[in-house]
């Protein structure tokens, strides 16, 4: 039931469909009623958001707060005991169909699994992935089976979870399938802006991994000042971060996160040294 809410919710309150919607029903109102003011203003209201959130750097002072969350992974980081890669970057059905595999603006996702599974030979490698669509279809992790040799995946090492239809199944599947370690390390693989949700979905779970953030969509923070030669792809971008925020509030909500906005975790400290027993010299 979440996962049908959620996306039906997502396509109403999605700005770029609200705003037209608001127009549309703006010029109806001013046209067929005799609202005529209040329809104008309504459609104005939409023109408007439509132009400030397709031009303007609203989309970026959205989103940077989410892709500067979590740091990027060092270069030299240390080996992790496995790497787990979230689905979303690979167009499913388009890749069934063509059977080539087409990914999309997360696309990074998968390069950066067949990298690090290259850096990391040791490391054992999951790509959780289901259809992500109401009543099934293929998976994105039948597709990187089918084409894991494209991908550049060593097959032999390929661990699949395809049930998964959203970010708190991710986590659970995930953890429920590998069974991790107590202190091992494991990189989790996402886009930057996605990175916060995802984080606390496997801390929830009880999946400690550490954040290895792709795909970014902006530059940092001198973004702000930046104006967007499309408007359409403004609105794109805003329509992913307001999603990404509406997504961390349903899932406070519904209990599958522990925090409103995950961030990194403080370093444990180290234990203070125990007092000398009383009378003893010190040296």
């Known amino acids: 039931m979440f996962f049908v809410l959620s996306k ?18 703006g010029v109806g109102l001013a046209a067929a009623t005799r609202l005529r003011r209040t329809g104008l203003g309504l459609a104005g209201f939409g023109a408007v958001g439509l132009a400030v ?26 080996a992790p005991a496995g790497i787990v890669v979230l689905g979303g970057g690979i167009e499913s059905g388009l890749s069934e169909a063509r059977d080539q ?21 040791g490391a ?22 089918r084409h894991a040799d494209v991908l550049g995946l060593p097959r032999s090492r390929l661990i699949l979870e395809n049930r998964s239809r959203n970010t708190h199944e991710n986590a659970a599947f995930s953890a429920a399938l590998v069974k991790p370690k107590p ?3 494991w990189l989790l693989v996402t886009s930057a802006w996605h990175m916060p949700r995802a984080m606390g979905c496997f801390r929830e779970a009880g999946f400690t991994v550490d954040a290895f953030p792709v795909d970014y969509g902006t530059r ?19 329509d992913l971060a307001v999603k990404e925020w509406v997504g961390l509030i ?6 599958y996160t522990p925090d409103w906005l995950p961030g990194p975790e403080a370093p444990s ?7 000398p027993p009383a009378g003893s010299a010190s040296r």
């Open 8 to 25: 039906v919710i997502y396509f109403l309150i999605t700005p770029s469909n609200f705003l037209i919607f608001c127009t549309l029903a």
């Open 53 to 78: 959130g397709g031009l303007s750097p609203l989309s970026e002072m959205v989103l940077l707060p989410l892709e500067q969350r979590f740091p990027q992974y060092p270069a030299d980081g240390p």
């Open 101 to 121: 595999v087409i990914v999309n603006e997360a696309g990074e996702r998968p390069i950066y699994f067949a990298d690090l599974a290259r850096r990391f030979p």
């Open 124 to 145: 054992r490698l999951v790509f959780s992935g289901g259809s992500g669509f109401v009543g099934g279809g293929v998976s994105e992790a039948d597709i990187v089976s």
């Open 183 to 185: 202190g091992e390390r």
């Open 220 to 238: 940092g923070w001198r973004d702000v000042t930046r104006l967007h030669g499309f408007s359409s792809d403004g609105l794109l971008q805003l």
């Open 250 to 255: 349903a899932y406070r909500l519904a209990g």
């Open 269 to 275: 400290e180290a234990p203070m040294p125990a007092d």
